[in-house]
């Protein structure tokens, strides 16, 4: 049955593909292209059925190609966020704010039904209502935590491990965290297991920590990429040797460390109008009362503080010594967390900047890193030949200030503008 529903999809796509082509040429813009080679201006883009079908100064537009004329302005990759949230449901507005902030794929790192999968083969298939989305379908996590901590003994977790491959889970995910000593850690045992098995499925590997010590039993166990910095101390030298040797990518998530005080202090963005198009004035009321004031008095500010500005001290490091970092922010995920997806995402631009990072290298890791880190990068991630068509337009220049990356005038997906 579920075989005959996709094969119908399968097919309409094609059609669709072939019926209702329309060639779209983007001319005379300056295009950064993710890969870290200087902007490039007086370039064409020619976009056709969801693709790049030919970039550069000599691309030729097309005869009855529709023109979009872009003298004096940008365009960069999409943003493809390492660690989001897409949920609790509905997934649709959730990724439709990402994809109005520019962000073109999200991870979803906590729990999705089982019909995200059949959601993936539309969005394939052409069917984007917002950023594409990738999954790790569940998240291992230690007790007291339902979802997430059903499997006990190793054997539980390899068989867990065995029914998401079975559902194609892009991902596999596990949760190391004792918040600050309140809860129990996933065991040494339980973690082996599900890296191994996961590894056997050949599925990349995550893991959420918080400690060094974390980072290293992960590192030790075979895991790709660790989905947070290391927030407990500063990262000593000999980790960031094994980090390399085992070839591990780190997703530093600044946004979020802010956001546990912020909204509690001067910094606090809610009169910004960026921010705002992200939330209703509910949530907004909300914001600007309740959650301040318990920001404001929460007795681990001072703990909050110290996560966030060592995050940044590790960022700096670790890109300095060549480690591979990718581009994530945790944003989305419980609605009174105020990780409000998108704005996120260009905050965490922000103090990457702030941490000491190029624009370039920035917009390196939002595309080209992720996308290599994600394993996408075939069809994602870098302007190319033949690569998807995501990409936003810029009034301002990104490489002059990674702000600029908030004057987007649109934002292409699959070749089609996203309104
Ligand atoms: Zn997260």
Known sequence: MRAVVFAG??????????????????????????????AQRGVTIVMENGRIRDIGPQAATPAGATVVDLAGKFVTPGIINGHGHVGPPARDPQLRQYALYGVTTTTSMYFDQDDVQEFKRRQKAGDLRGARIMTVMYRFMSEPFKPGSENKTPEEGRAKVDEIAAKDTDFVKVWIDAQGGRHPKLTPEFTAAVMDQAKKHNKIRMSHIVELADARRMVDQGVNILVHNVRDQDIPDDFIATLKEKNVSVISTLAREEALFVYGGDGTPTDNPFFQKGLNAERLALLRTKMRENQAKDPNRPRWLRMFDTDKKNLKKLVDAGIKYGFGTDSGGALDRYFVQGWFEHRQMELMRDAGLTPMQIIQSFSKNNSEMLGIDKDFGTLAKGKAADLLVLTRNPLDDIANMRSIEAVYLGGKKFE
Do not use: E, K
């Not at 999809?9 to 200087?38: K, M, P, R, Y």
């Open 9 to 38: 999809l399968a097919a309409a796509a094609v059609f669709c593909g072939g019926a209702s082509a329309q060639t779209v040429a983007l001319t005379n813009a300056t295009v950064i292209d993710g890969t870290g080679a200087a």
